[in-house]
């Protein structure tokens, strides 16, 4: 989903020694008694994501979003940060997580290893924005790679195997392109989207992938990259944002109420103006930089299947 992570782009593990990670996790997200009972009543609700990679404190950031939900539903939000995508998808899946910040793939995952819950929000880094974004395939600026052809018997750089914008789209746009990922590149993984990029320009790999906003602003802002020294050679279809879904299991009454304040309050203007911000005046709504949380449904999630369905891999279905 994400740097900046703008989408906390999805870098979730999965597998048979998956469990519920949540760092710092209270009694009240932990014990099996309330499980069952965690969201309903009077009880507290918990929400949870992961940490974008340049997040220093993940809870400060989403404190205004937090303050906003406690008014509007009456309830206690307790916020977790969870150390990967697997403990949100098996927190929300055991009923002790309500509120869950997902990357568009490990959203997916989560609904088809059957989480039920429903996807209500995704942040936009500006105002009028659609939730979404792209990934780039990348070389350095002078490079004889021109398209993602040329990328066969390359080293490439990824991001992560279970990285929506750095692994899976580019996957399916190398073999779409005709490329044989598993035996027509020397795959490298680099970890994150900036070290994706800094690969490239350090000559470590010959092309690699990362998303839009990494290569085109984040790491030129930071100077890390001098603008032009990047050229792009491959732009994806557009990749929904990465959600924030609420527990089916919650009453119709406060779903409702948790759907309208993410998509209708959640959003800096609002928080500024109704004195959610922090003392500093600093003002957030989650730790990627967005402006703000607009409307998704599941079917937005739809081209992400279909790239599952194309690629066949193994990160679409749960192990």
């Not at 002078?142 to 929506?164: E, Q, R």
Request: neutral net charge.
């Amino acid at each position: 989903m994400f740097p900046v992570i703008r989408r906390n782009l999805g870098v979730f593990a999965l597998g048979a020694t998956s469990v519920l990670v949540l760092a710092g996790c209270g009694e009240s997200a932990a014990s099996k008694s309330e499980t069952s009972t965690a969201g309903k009543g009077g009880d507290a609700l918990v929400m949870a994501a992961i940490p974008a990679e340049n997040s220093t404190d993940l809870k400060a950031s989403y404190a205004g979003v937090i303050k906003m939900l406690e008014k509007e539903t009456g309830r206690k939000i307790e916020f977790q940060k969870a150390t990967n995508y697997a403990a949100v998808i098996e927190g929300q899946r055991s009923g002790k997580i309500q509120i869950a910040a997902y990357g568009p793939f490990s959203y997916v995952q989560a609904k088809s290893s059957g989480v039920k819950a429903t996807p209500v929000a995704a942040g936009v880094e500006n105002k009028g924005d659609k939730p979404g974004y792209r990934s780039y395939g990348i070389v350095k600026a002078g490079s004889p790679i021109k398209d993602l052809k040329d990328f066969a018997g390359k080293k490439v750089c990824f991001v992560d195997p279970n990285s929506t914008s750095g692994y899976l789209y580019p996957r399916s746009g190398l073999m779409d392109a005709g490329v044989d990922v598993d035996k027509g590149v020397t795959p490298v993984m680099a970890g994150g989207h900036d070290a994706s990029v800094l690969a490239v320009k350090s000559g470590q790999c010959q092309a690699g992938f990362a998303y839009d906003t990494m290569v085109d602003k984040q790491l030129v802002e930071k100077g890390q990259v001098e603008t032009g020294e990047i050229s792009t050679v491959w732009k994806s279809d557009l990749i929904p944002g990465s959600p924030v879904a609420i527990s089916d299991d919650l009453d119709a009454e406060l779903k409702q109420k948790i759907t309208q304040a993410f998509r209708t309050m959640a959003n800096v203007d609002y928080l500024k103006a109704n004195g959610y911000c922090t003392g500093s005046g600093k003002c957030e709504v989650d730790d990627a930089g967005d402006w703000g949380y607009v409307a998704v449904e599941d079917a937005d999630y739809d081209g992400v299947r279909k790239v599952c369905e194309i690629t066949k891999d193994k990160q679409c279905v749960e192990s």
